[in-house]
Structures are given as structure tokens and as C-alpha cells.
Nanobody, 127 residues
Framework: QVQFVESGGALVQPGGTLTLSCTYSGSIAGISVMGWYRQAPGKQRELVATTSFGVLGGRINYLDSVKGRFTISRNAAAKTMYLEMNNMNLEDTAVYYC??????????????????WGQGTQVTVST
């Protein structure tokens, strides 16, 4: 079973830049899409960005509110996925998670869909 560990969260000012990392371990057999999720206080978790590989290789999708500002990428050899966030705003404040994303599109999700989640990494955008 694949496990994910998120890192890189920090306090940033509006307009700032931050890159998150997600290291995964275990077998990814049967997985063809991975993604970054976030959950703001009191809100439902949402899928922010996805990247496909294998037979679906090359497909990337973003939540409308982050298009043009966030970039998802993956280094397969290093078993690491990244989320580069630019021109950040207050609404980007959330705990960010990474996980599988097969069959999902950007938007609100039901966390019970996946049995295992990492601890996430806190991103706070504030003056």
C-alpha cells in the first residue's frame, strides 16, 4: 500500500511563492493519477491539482481558483511530487495533502474515498 508524506508548508505573505513536496513509498501499481488536496478550517477537503502517468501520462488538471498560479509536477525516480504555488492569496490558507486521485477531478471530495491520508502540511497566507 502506498504511503504519502507531505512537507514544505510555511507562513507566506500574500503574493508570495511556496513549493510543497510529497514523498511516497510502497507500490503504486494500479495508480495512474496522483494529486494535491487541501482543507481549509471548517471547509470540505478539495482536490486542487492532478497529474497522470502510465497509460494516462501527461494529463494535468487544476482547480479553477489556482489555474495560472499553481504548478504540479512529479519526479518518478525520486518518488516525489511537487506543488509550486505562486501569487498566493488568503484563500490558499489550508492544510495540504497528497494522495491518489484516480477517477477524480478538481473540486470537493469525500475523504472516505481513500482509507489512508498523511498528516498534511500547513500553509498559511497572512500579512
Amino acid at each position: 500500500q502506498v504511503q504519502f508524506v507531505e512537507s514544505g508548508g510555511a507562513l507566506v505573505q500574500p503574493g508570495g511563492t511556496l513549493t510543497l513536496s510529497c514523498t511516497y513509498s510502497g507500490s503504486i501499481a494500479g495508480i495512474s493519477v496522483m494529486g494535491w488536496y487541501r482543507q481549509a478550517p471548517g471547509k470540505q477537503r478539495e482536490l486542487v491539482a492532478t497529474t497522470s502517468f502510465g497509460v494516462l501520462g501527461g494529463r494535468i488538471n487544476y482547480l479553477d481558483s489556482v489555474k495560472g498560479r499553481f504548478t504540479i509536477s512529479r519526479n518518478a525516480a525520486a518518488k516525489t511530487m511537487y506543488l509550486e504555488m505562486n501569487n498566493m492569496n488568503l484563500e490558499d490558507t489550508a492544510v495540504y495533502y497528497c494522495n491518489k486521485a484516480d477517477g477524480l477531478g478538481p473540486g470537493l471530495i469525500d475523504t472516505s474515498r481513500f482509507p489512508s491520508w498523511g498528516q498534511g502540511t500547513q500553509v498559511t497566507v497572512s500579512t
